[in-house]
C-alpha cells in the first residue's frame, strides 16, 4: 500500500501524533463522538493490513485463484474484506467528498462478510456525523503512516487502542470513566487470580480491558490462550460496539451477548458458571431498580434483595451468582462497600462474610482513576477455600487476608497515580503467598506468609465478627512501627527544646508588635 511507512519498535511518539490529528476533530464533533470516529478507522487499518498481508502470502505461494475466496483468510483468524473495504479504498478517495459515505460502507460490509463481527461496527456512523471533510481526511493520512502489522512482537493496535481509551477517559471527565479502567488494577486483578484456564466473565465489561488484560495474562506465562474463553455484557451500546472491536484486533472471541443490554433485567449468560470474574461495576449507581423490581431475583437467593438506591451489593451478588464450584472473582468497588450498613447492604456483607465468601480485601490508593477521586478498594471471593493441591492451595476456610495497599504507588503526574510492575508482584505475592499450599520445607511456592504490621494480616471469622463485619483493612492490619532513625533520644529532645524555645521567643516578640498596633488603633487595654 501506498504511503505505509513501519513504526519503529519502542517508538514513543506516533499515538501522540495520532491523538492530535484526532484533536483537530474537536469544534466539528464531540469528544465523546470521535473517539469512535478514531477507533473505527484504526480498526478498518488494522483489518486490512491483516487482509493485505495473508492475500500477498496466497499469491507468494501460487494460490492466487483462492486469494478471493473467504474461507483461505478465516482459517488464518483474519477477516476477508471486499474491495471497497480495504484501507487502499479509503485512501485512496480520502480527498473526495463523499469519504464518509465510503467509510461506512466500508464498515457495513466488513461487518456483513464477518459473523463474529455482528453489530460491532458503527452503521451510516460517519455520514450523520457531518464531519469537516479536510479534517477527515488529515486524520486518514495520520492513521496511513501506522503499519499495524510489521513488527510481530508488538501489538500496535492494542497499544493505539489502550492510548486512546485512556486519552479519552482523562478528556472527558466522569463518563469517560465507565469504560475505562486504569491498566494497572486490571493488571493487579489479573496477577492475584491467574486466570489460565476456564471461563472468564465481566458482567459490565465496558471497552473489554479486562479480557484484553486476561489475554496478556496467559501470554506471559506461557499459557495457551485457547484454554480460556470469554464472556461478557455491556449496557451503552457505543461502548459494546468499542469492546467487540477491541478484542477483535486481538484476536480474541467473546461472547457479549446479541445485543448491548443491563445485566440486572437483561442477563444474556442466564446458565453460566465462570471459573474467573473479573469487574469495574459503575460505583454506587443509583435507581438500577424500582423498589417492586427484581425483588424475588433467584441471584439474592440466602441473602436479602439489595436496595434501590446502590447498586454495589446487586453486582456483588449477581458476581456469586456466576461462581463455579472452584471460582473466583476479583473486582473494584468504591471504598463504601466495605463499611455500608444502608438499607440491608450491612446484612448482606455479613452473610458474604459468614459463608465463607471473602478471601482477600484490598484497599488501594486514591488518584489511580482518571475520572473520580473516589477511593476504591478491591474484592476477592471464592466459592472454595479448602485445600486444592491441583492450585497448590492451603486450607483457608474461616480467614480472610487483608491488605492495605494506600501508600503504595507512584504519581506519574500531577494528579495521576499508577501501581507499578513492581507493586503488583508485591501485592500479589502477599496474596499467592497466604494461599499457597506449604511443600516438605514448610515453604510456600512464593516464600512463607507474616503479617506485616499496616501492611497485611490474616484475619479469622471470630476477629471479623468483633468488628461488625467491616472489611476495611485498616480496621485489621494495624499501624506500621515506627523506624528508628538511629538518633539518641538525649539529641533528639535537646533539639526540639532549642526549637521550641526560638518559637516561643519569636511568638511573644509578634504578640508584642500585635499589642501595639491595637494601641494605636485605640484598642489597648
Not at 464531519?131 to 495520520?142: C, F, M, N, R
Not at 487502542?161 to 479519552?168: D, I, T
Not at 472471541?253 to 448491548?260: I, R
Request: with cysteine.
Amino acid at each position: 500500500m501506498a504511503g505505509k511507512k513501519a513504526v519503529p519498535k519502542n517508538n514513543k511518539g506516533f499515538e501522540e501524533s495520532l491523538w492530535d490529528s484526532a484533536n483537530r476533530l474537536r469544534g466539528s464533533v464531540e469528544s465523546s463522538e470521535y473517539k469512535h470516529v478514531v477507533l473505527s478507522l484504526i480498526f478498518l487499518k488494522f483489518v486490512s493490513d491483516k487482509f493485505e498481508e495473508r492475500r500477498a502470502q496466497l499469491i507468494a505461494e501460487g494460490k492466487e485463484q483462492y486469494a478471493d475466496m473467504v474461507e483461505f483468510y478465516t482459517m488464518k483468524n483474519i477477516f476477508y474484506l471486499p474491495e471497497t473495504s480495504r484501507w487502499s479504498h479509503i485512501q485512496q478517495h480520502a480527498k473526495q467528498g463523499d469519504i464518509a459515505v465510503r467509510i461506512d460502507s466500508a464498515l457495513t460490509a466488513v461487518e456483513k462478510s464477518n459473523a463474529s463481527l455482528k453489530g460491532a461496527l458503527p452503521d451510516n456512523y460517519f455520514s450523520r456525523l457531518g464531519l469537516d471533510g479536510s479534517k477527515l481526511s488529515a486524520l486518514i493520512d495520520a492513521i496511513n503512516n501506522i503499519d499495524t502489522v510489521a513488527d510481530k512482537e508488538e501489538d500496535v493496535v492494542g497499544r493505539v487502542y489502550e492510548y486512546f481509551l485512556g486519552k479519552f477517559a482523562a478528556s472527558e471527565g466522569k463518563l469517560g470513566g465507565e469504560f475505562y479502567t486504569p491498566k494497572c488494577v486490571v493488571n493487579l486483578i489479573a496477577e492475584m487470580i491467574e486466570p489460565y484456564k476456564g471461563k472468564i466473565y465481566d458482567p459490565c465489561c465496558g471497552s473489554g480491558g479486562m479480557f484484553v488484560q486476561s489475554l496478556k495474562f496467559v501470554q506471559s506465562h506461557h499459557g495457551n490462550t485457547r484454554d480460556i474463553s470469554v464472556y461478557g455484557q455491556e449496557f451503552t451500546a457505543t461502548t459494546y460496539k468499542l469492546a467487540k472491536m477491541n478484542l477483535a484486533v486481538r484476536g480474541l472471541s467473546a461472547n457479549l451477548g446479541e445485543v448491548p443490554a443491563d445485566t440486572f433485567f437483561k442477563d444474556q449468560h442466564p446458565d453460566l458458571k465462570a471459573d474467573y470474574i473479573m469487574a469495574n461495576p459503575p460505583f454506587n449507581m443509583k435507581a438500577w431498580r424500582a423498589a417492586d423490581e427484581l425483588v424475588n431475583d433467584s441471584r439474592w437467593d440466602g441473602f436479602e434483595t439489595p436496595p434501590t438506591g446502590n447498586a454495589n451489593y446487586a453486582w456483588i451478588l449477581h458476581m456469586v451468582s456466576k461462581l463455579s464450584e472452584h471460582g473466583v472473582a476479583g473486582f473494584v468497588l468504591a471504598n463504601g462497600s466495605m463499611s455500608t450498613n444502608t438499607k440491608g447492604e450491612g446484612a448482606i456483607r455479613q452473610k458474604l462474610v459468614e459463608n465463607d465468601l471473602v478471601d482477600c480485601m484490598i484497599a488501594l490508593p486514591g488518584q489511580l482513576f482518571f475520572t473520580t477521586q473516589i477511593p476504591v478498594c478491591l474484592w476477592f471471593l471464592t466459592k472454595n477455600k479448602k485445600a486444592d493441591s491441583e492450585r497448590g492451595y492451603r486450607n483457608r476456610e474461616g480467614e480472610t487476608l487483608f491488605i492495605d495497599a494506600r501508600k503504595i504507588g507512584s504519581m506519574i503526574n500531577r494528579t495521576q497515580k499508577e501501581l507499578l510492575p513492581e507493586d503488583i508482584a508485591a501485592i500479589s505475592k502477599t496474596y499467592h503467598t497466604w494461599r499457597g499450599e506449604p511443600d516438605g520445607q514448610n515453604k510456600a511456592k512464593d516464600g512463607v506468609y507474616e503479617d506485616q504490621a499496616g501492611y497485611c494480616k490474616s484475619v479469622t471469622l471470630k476477629s471479623m465478627r468483633k468488628h461488625d463485619y467491616v472489611l476495611t483493612p485498616g480496621r485489621y492490619v494495624g499501624a506500621a512501627p515506627l523506624e528508628d532513625d538511629g538518633i539518641p533520644f538525649e539529641t533528639k529532645m535537646t533539639e526540639m527544646s532549642r526549637t521550641l524555645y526560638a518559637q516561643m521567643k519569636e511568638s511573644a516578640k509578634l504578640d508584642e508588635v500585635i499589642r501595639k498596633n491595637l494601641e494605636g488603633l485605640g484598642y489597648g487595654e
